[in-house]
């Protein structure tokens, strides 16, 4: 079918493929609790334990140390959190280090914990391409003690800038000073290989909307030692985690993660490797069509997640970027929230050293498995008459 829309917006959710809506679909027709004891409740406590199994085995993590939630956000603030709560009250140390740059969930969460809880926070200074370097992480330790810190978090792969942070090293050196580390995995998943187990985090955020698998739906790998005070409470359903549980959304949720997955491992099908051809494709054509556009963030290669790329465009301002691409019928992001409907310089390019003025400039572009190349001619196209006209808006 002819696309008549460009969508490059995948950072932000990923459209759901066929064989995951129909096993979702499928799911939903599910009549029955998985607490409860008859058959009907039994039958969907299988169909929920079967998706569990199948997302813990491919995320490298045991059965029992899959939490669902509602997403993203919520892992990010159970772990935090939950995290936190435990450790205080073991008596241990009120210091989180957090790096800069994260996602406002563990941004907010954070402060919260600063502004409310007696929490200390030191941020983690990150380079200009978004990456925390391991001996930023030890100096932060040692300024701290490791005593005083209750835990450390940062984000696997940087959802604006596509950044692929070293989470092993950063994980053994927290854990080596006896401090669990929370990484948020939620860009990472289908991009990197996210194996909890040789992580060395005490505990994961990932999220199933992200990689084509329904919205609201979520989990938290927490590690069996790591322990996480709850958020709500009201039931025994899942460790750390009240309410009843969403069946289909789990089973939506293994669905879109074996999708993902499956080609990535296999030599000579790999869906990554077209999807890093196209995105190396939109950046040498958008260079080409403004050789003043800056690439922000890594190099594209191993440091950069293959469907990311992110541009500042100078004399631009990135919403209107994003309102003239869209009425030209391609779907993109200026990559960062907007504050109460004003859009900010994105916190992420001011950490990473871009000045404000230029900042303001950034478009994002986020690629999926299915994108298309006509998806990224269709922006090609459209790009050079946006920027004329983005900055002639920005003269006047
Ligand atoms: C890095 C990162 N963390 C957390 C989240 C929140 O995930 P969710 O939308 O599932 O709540 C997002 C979503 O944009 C994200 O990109």
Redesign the pocket.
């Known amino acids: 079918m002819p696309q008549t829309r460009a969508y490059l917006d995948h950072?932000?959710?990923s459209p759901m493929p066929e064989p995951v809506l129909a096993a979702y679909v499928d799911a939903l027709r599910t009549v029955g609790n998985p607490a409860s004891t008859h058959a009907h409740g039994q039958a969907a406590s299988e169909a929920l334990e079967q998706a569990r199994d199948e997302i813990a085995g491919l995320l490298g993590c045991d059965h029992a140390e899959l939490i669902f939630t509602?997403?993203?956000?919520?892992?990010?603030n159970l772990a935090l959190k939950g995290m936190y709560w435990a450790r205080r009250r073991a008596g241990l140390g009120s210091t989180i280090l957090v790096a800069e740059g994260?996602?406002h969930?563990?941004i907010e969460a954070a402060e919260w914990l600063r502004d409310t809880q007696g929490a200390t926070l030191v941020w983690l200074p990150i380079d200009g391409a978004g990456r925390l370097a391991p001996e930023t992480l030890s100096s932060a330790i040692a300024a701290a003690g490791a005593a005083e810190v209750a835990l450390a978090s940062f984000?696997w792969?940087?959802?604006e800038v596509g950044t692929v942070q070293p989470v092993a090293q950063l994980c053994e050196i927290a854990s080596a000073a006896g401090i669990p580390s929370h990484v948020?995995a939620?860009?990472a998943l289908g991009q990197v290989p996210v194996d909890f187990t040789r992580s060395g985090a005490a505990a994961v955020?990932v999220?199933?909307?992200?990689i084509g698998g329904p919205?609201?739906v979520?989990a938290l790998l927490l590690g069996r030692r790591a322990v996480a005070d709850p958020l709500v409470h009201g039931g025994t359903q899942q460790r750390a985690r009240s309410g009843t549980q969403d069946v289909a959304g789990a089973v939506g949720f293994a669905a879109a993660l074996r999708l993902a997955l499956a080609p990535t491992g296999a030599p000579g099908n790999t869906a990554l490797a077209r999807v890093t051809a196209l995105r190396n494709s939109l950046i040498a054509g958008v260079r080409a069509a403004d050789p003043g556009a800056v690439l922000r963030g890594p190099a594209p290669g191993a440091e950069r997640a293959p469907g990311n790329a992110h541009f500042t465009f100078p004399g631009c301002q990135g919403d209107s970027l994003v309102f003239l691409l869209d009425a030209a019928g391609v779907s993109a992001s200026v990559g960062s929230a907007c504050q109460a409907g004003v859009a900010e310089p994105s916190h992420v390019l001011r950490a990473m050293g871009v000045p404000e003025a230029e900042a303001a400039g950034a478009l994002r572009f986020t690629l999926g498995a299915h994108t298309t190349a006509d998806e990224v001619d269709r922006l090609l196209a459209a790009l050079p008459d946006a920027l004329r006209r983005a900055r002639s808006a920005g003269l006047a």
């Not at 999220?207 to 992200?210: D, G, Q, T, V, W």
């Open positions: 950072a932000a959710t509602s997403g993203g956000t919520e892992s990010v994260e996602h969930a563990t984000i792969v940087n959802n948020d939620v860009a955020s999220s199933a909307h992200k919205v609201g979520g």
